[in-house]
């Protein structure tokens, strides 16, 4: 992962779907799955679930008694009270987060500790400080940050080589075909720092996946459907139409629009593993053939065509207040 020594299989597991909706058995079953299946990277966070996602990673760590066999990756940042220091990028909060993480998920450390967003308004050296103080207390193995702008983790970069701190290993971003922007700044800045790229929402919310016909009618289990709001958002009459377009063109290349979704962003450019957040075993087996494939020049250019380099049909950075770009919806 980046020029670190960390190694992941070329897909990773992400679990926001755990108890919300998915029980315990299934989530459980999932994570049985990917690791028989060859994943080894699990990705949650605090505020998945209010805390519950990490409680079911923790239980199931301790009955499989395989905490060696899995890079364990979470997140802070959000809300996880109603004091103002119980949320941000503090030190204070960011230390008794780590903390409450590692009791649930029942582990002394976390393989890689990440900034869910930025906090614009704490000093850098701050966040990173409190960062370092846990990779050097054993309790963090790596750290990296989510869903933050290029200049911000070239800020923490330099920061973290004049105070000799721990340096992020990763970004986790939002990044699909149908949303490309990370590929004007981001992209390079990893490539030339040695930064891993995990991107989410890799499959568009179920449009790259085929689920969508009608933006105004999204499948009742979906995330539009089920938590609105900035899920519904991303949704839209534009990307929908691309989105039909990208699963026609993967039937016709042999393989499920799911399948070629996952393919598209692992094959990119500086991405060390594309997160996939499965609701069933089904759906996980059915990607796992993916960690051995790879993209043809013409399918690459057939998916340029769909979606451009660097530019974006839907938003899926409309979780990060920092960004400030509008994509029409029509």
């Given at each position: 992962?980046?020029?670190?020594g ?7 597991l ?9 029980t315990e ?7 049985d ?14 505020s ?5 996602s990490?409680r079911?990673?923790?239980?199931w760590l301790?009955q499989?008694?395989?905490?060696h066999?899995?890079v364990?990756?979470t997140k802070v940042h ?5 004091g ?6 503090s ?10 993480s590692l009791?649930?998920l029942?582990t002394?450390?976390i ?27 054993g ?10 702008p ?9 920061v973290?080589?004049?105070?000799n ?5 990763s970004?986790?971003?939002p990044y699909?075909l149908?949303d490309?922007r ?15 790229l995990?991107p ?13 016909q ?20 991303r949704?839209?009459?534009?990307a929908v139409e691309?989105?039909r377009?990208?699963a ?5 290349a042999?393989m ?8 598209w ?16 075993v089904?759906?996980l087996?059915?990607?796992l ?6 993209l043809?020049?013409?399918?690459r250019?057939?998916?340029d ?5 660097g530019s974006?049909v ?6 990060a ?10």
């Amino acid at each position: 992962m980046g020029r670190s020594g960390l190694k992941v299989a070329p897909l990773g597991l992400g679990t926001d779907n755990f108890a919300n909706p998915l029980t315990e058995p299934e989530a459980h079953a999932i994570l049985d799955a990917a690791v028989a299946g060859g994943i080894n990277l699990i990705d949650t966070s605090n505020s998945y679930s209010s805390g519950e996602s990490e409680r079911i990673i923790g239980r199931w760590l301790q009955q499989r008694r395989n905490r060696h066999v899995v890079v364990l990756a979470t997140k802070v940042h959000y809300p996880v009270g109603s004091g103002p220091n119980d949320r941000g990028n503090s030190r204070r909060h960011i230390l008794a987060a780590c903390e409450d993480s590692l009791r649930r998920l029942q582990t002394d450390h976390i393989d890689l500790y990440q900034l869910h967003r930025p906090s614009p308004e704490i000093p850098v050296e701050e966040t990173l400080y409190a960062l370092d103080m846990l990779v050097r207390a054993g309790k963090a193995r790596y750290i990296g940050a989510t869903t933050h702008p290029a200049w911000q983790v070239m800020e923490a970069l330099m920061v973290s080589e004049l105070r000799n701190f721990a340096r992020f290993i990763s970004e986790q971003p939002p990044y699909n075909l149908l949303d490309r922007r990370i590929e004007n700044e981001l992209v390079p800045l990893a490539l030339k720092h040695g930064l891993g790229l995990l991107p989410w929402g890799s499959l568009a919310a179920g449009m790259l996946a085929g689920r969508y016909q009608d933006a105004t009618a999204p499948p009742p289990d979906s995330r539009a459907a089920l938590r609105g709001g900035i899920y519904a958002e991303r949704v839209t009459p534009r990307a929908v139409e691309a989105g039909r377009r990208f699963a026609a063109m993967a039937q016709e290349a042999g393989m499920s629009p799911a399948q070629l979704g996952l393919l598209w962003v692992k094959e990119q450019s500086g991405v060390t593993a594309p997160l996939y957040g499965p609701r069933t075993v089904e759906q996980l087996t059915h990607a796992l053939p993916i960690l051995e494939m790879r993209l043809s020049d013409e399918l690459r250019a057939a998916c340029d065509a769909i979606n451009p380099p660097g530019s974006a049909v839907a938003n899926f950075h409309n979780s990060a207040p920092w960004m400030k770009m509008r994509i029409p919806t029509e």
